[in-house]
C-alpha cells in the first residue's frame, strides 16, 4: 500500500520551525496564511501554533485553513491570547510594543496583525465557518493562576487565557 503523503507549513525563518523535527519524512513548504499551496480538502489537520494572532484577517486566514481541511478534518488554534475585552488585548498589544522600544530602540508592529481575539471572536468566527470551536482550557501551573487573581483583585488589565480551539469540518 502506499504511504500517504505528510506535509507540513510552516515558516523556518520567524516561525517556531517545528517542521524540523519531521523531516524527511514531510516535506516542508513555507507559505502565507491566507494563501495556503495545498488542493482543497488535502489536510487531516490544520494547527496554528502560537501564530493566528499573526493573522492580519482571523476570517479569511482561517476560510483558508477551512479550505483544505477534508470533510472530518480539524482546526486547531493554541497559544493563541484570548481577551474577554478587547480593550484589554490592545492594552495588552501596545505594552508590549512600548516594552520591546524600550529594549530595542524600535517598535514590535511594523508587521500588522490582530495580536489577540476575544472570546466574541471565537464565537462569531466559528458561526461565519459554519462550524463551532470547542474549547479546552489548560491549566498552566498555580503560578500563572495566581498572577490572574491578583491582577483581577488589583484591578488590573485581564490576563490572556491560551485555550486550545478545536473546530472539525463536517464529515
Known amino acids: 500500500a502506499a504511504r500517504p503523503r505528510r506535509d507540513g507549513v510552516d515558516d523556518e525563518e520567524d516561525g517556531l520551525g517545528a517542521t524540523r523535527h519531521y523531516r524527511p519524512h514531510w516535506p516542508v513548504i513555507q507559505a502565507e496564511f491566507d494563501a495556503l499551496p495545498l488542493a482543497d480538502r488535502q489536510a487531516d489537520v490544520v494547527l496554528f501554533n502560537a501564530s493566528l494572532h499573526?493573522?492580519?484577517?482571523?476570517?479569511?486566514?482561517?476560510?483558508?485553513?477551512?479550505?483544505?481541511?477534508k470533510p472530518g478534518?480539524?482546526?486547531?488554534?493554541?497559544?493563541?491570547?484570548?481577551?474577554?475585552?478587547?480593550?484589554?488585548?490592545?492594552?495588552?498589544?501596545?505594552?508590549?510594543?512600548?516594552?520591546?522600544?524600550?529594549?530595542?530602540?524600535?517598535?514590535?508592529?511594523?508587521?500588522?496583525?490582530?495580536?489577540?481575539?476575544?472570546?466574541?471572536?471565537?464565537?462569531r468566527l466559528g458561526a461565519a465557518l459554519g462550524s463551532r470551536f470547542s474549547v479546552h482550557r489548560v491549566f498552566y501551573g498555580w503560578y500563572a493562576t495566581k498572577r490572574r487573581w491578583k491582577a483581577r483583585l488589583l484591578g488590573q488589565r485581564e490576563k490572556a487565557s491560551f485555550p486550545v480551539l478545536v473546530a472539525s469540518l463536517p464529515s
Open 54 to 69: 499573526y493573522s492580519t484577517d482571523y476570517l479569511r486566514t482561517l476560510t483558508e485553513a477551512m479550505r483544505v481541511l
Open 73 to 123: 478534518g480539524s482546526l486547531v488554534i493554541l497559544e493563541s491570547p484570548v481577551y474577554r475585552h478587547a480593550d484589554n488585548g490592545r492594552r495588552m498589544a501596545e505594552e508590549r510594543h512600548l516594552d520591546f522600544e524600550r529594549r530595542f530602540g524600535t517598535r514590535s508592529d511594523s508587521i500588522a496583525s490582530l495580536e489577540f481575539l476575544t472570546w466574541s471572536d471565537i464565537k
